[in-house]
């Protein structure tokens, strides 16, 4: 009998650390957008969870102007799990060049418009920066000899046009205006975006509920729809696909001396708590004494689980950079790489590099970068008698400046691509140089060819 107890108990206990397990791997892969998120439903379903505001000290405009900064890249590249090379599209867009925006925007003006209203429009026009903001004031158009009445009317009216925001003066007016077109009434998104974007930005929900006068979920609801509009109106020209704002989980810093350290970004992410006075508590009822323990465990849990996974991710990352050190020191191409090198590196199995650098993003003077970005697949190589390897991306890099180089009218084919390439000690199969070739968007030699 007594021996049935102790292996029953030895088997809830493994049941126990599998379903932790099964959580922590859950927990591992999120982004720091989704970790914020599973945070805030553990908090509100917890009673013993304290949940404070981000760590973050910069303004919000500091805030968005992060944001536009580290979300820009326009390259392509390829990475790799395990052997498969698979293409990575990675950045937001932004406008590649002013002329694809001022042209949409002039096609939309109405056949109607004076002469007068079209130069003023396009002295408007002029005046936009690269997000899609007006950098010229009312006082300085009017100065230029144009009415004031005029000028209010034409900054209306390019308000007015697609895309939603283009033409605003700051960022709470660029919201304000999409919030508008979008048909919101509530005076609290207004609210919200004109005199607390900085509060909430840096979760500072439960003051604005009690500024404004409603709840904390309604406030931070709000937020998320907001952090849904577009802060840079001029995104998408000259690439098809929206902007999306990335918020890197780790930073790689190169200091005056060429020395390399990284940084976990705390400053978007929940900080998680015990509220101690739950557990100094005296209960009478043991019932409720024993749901406090429970939640005050399941918390401990998520606490300890989000310490360890940061450090998993420390650890991942500093693997990564220090194999791909001169990428990050000199922005040379990237070495082969895949997971399970990481995985050895560390001594832990594959599927934990994989699920580490699952949707997450790394920042560093290059710009931003999925962490899968930095796995590349492997091309077998020739180089005086000894087998070595390069990168898929180092070497669409070298295909792509042998047909810069070519003759444009005797450009060079597949064939001859794979024979300058053997020169320099590549082998590489033609359909494979086809492949390439057509995922950067480079058409055939016949195609190219220029008479």
Not at 269 to 287: A, P, R, T
């Amino acid at each position: 009998m007594h021996g049935n107890l102790e292996q029953s108990q030895e088997m809830i206990l493994k049941q126990t650390i599998s379903l932790q397990q099964i959580q922590y791997l859950k927990l591992l892969a999120m982004n720091i957008t989704e970790l914020d998120h599973y945070l805030y439903s553990v908090y509100e379903e917890n009673p013993v969870v304290e949940l404070s505001s981000f760590d973050n000290t910069e303004s919000v405009s500091d805030f968005f102007s992060w944001l536009n900064k580290s979300s820009i890249s326009n390259d392509t590249q390829t990475y790799s799990d395990d052997d498969s090379t698979s293409e990575m599209t990675y950045a937001s867009q932004v406008l590649d060049e002013k002329k694809d925006l001022l042209s949409h925007l002039k096609n939309q003006f109405d056949f109607s418009l004076r002469e007068i209203d079209i130069s003023l429009l396009n002295l408007l026009l002029s005046a936009l920066d690269k997000k899609g903001y007006l950098t010229i004031t009312e006082e300085e158009i009017i100065q230029k000899g144009y009415d004031s009445e005029l000028v209010e009317e034409a900054i209306s009216y390019l308000q007015s046009l697609e895309p939603a925001g283009i033409g605003a003066r700051n960022l709470a007016e660029c919201l304000t205006i999409q919030l508008e077109r979008k048909g919101v009434q509530d005076s609290v998104y207004f609210d919200i975006v004109n005199h607390y974007l900085e509060d909430v930005s840096k979760g500072y929900f439960q003051k604005v509920a009690r500024e404004l006068d409603c709840n904390a979920k309604k406030i931070r609801d709000i937020y998320e729809e907001i952090k849904h509009l577009n802060p840079i109106p001029s995104s998408g020209f000259g690439n098809a696909q929206s902007l999306s704002c990335i918020v890197p989980d780790i930073t790689v810093i190169k200091n005056k001396n060429q020395e390399l350290s990284i940084q976990y970004n705390k400053n978007f992410e929940c900080k998680l708590s015990i509220n101690q006075s739950y557990i100094d508590l005296g209960f009478e009822n043991k019932e409720a004494e024993n749901y406090i323990k429970e939640k005050a465990t399941q918390a401990l849990w998520v606490v300890k689980s989000i310490h360890s996974r940061q450090k998993t991710i420390e650890n991942v990352v500093s693997a990564i950079v220090k194999a791909q050190q001169d990428f990050f020191l000199k922005g040379l191409p990237l070495k082969p790489l895949n997971l399970n090198d990481i995985a050895g590196e560390l001594s832990i199995h594959e599927s934990t590099v994989s699920r580490t650098v699952n949707g997450k993003f790394l920042e560093c003077s290059q710009g931003v970068f999925p962490l899968k970005y930095f796995f590349t697949g492997k091309i077998s190589q020739v180089n005086d008698s000894e087998g070595s390897s390069v990168s898929t991306s180092n070497l669409k890099n070298i295909i792509s400046e042998i047909i810069a180089k070519e003759n444009p009218k005797k450009p060079y084919s597949d064939n001859d691509i794979i024979k300058i390439l053997e020169k320099e000690g590549i082998v590489i199969a033609r359909r494979t140089i086809a492949k390439y070739r057509n995922e950067m968007g480079i058409p055939s030699s016949s195609m190219r060819k220029k008479y």
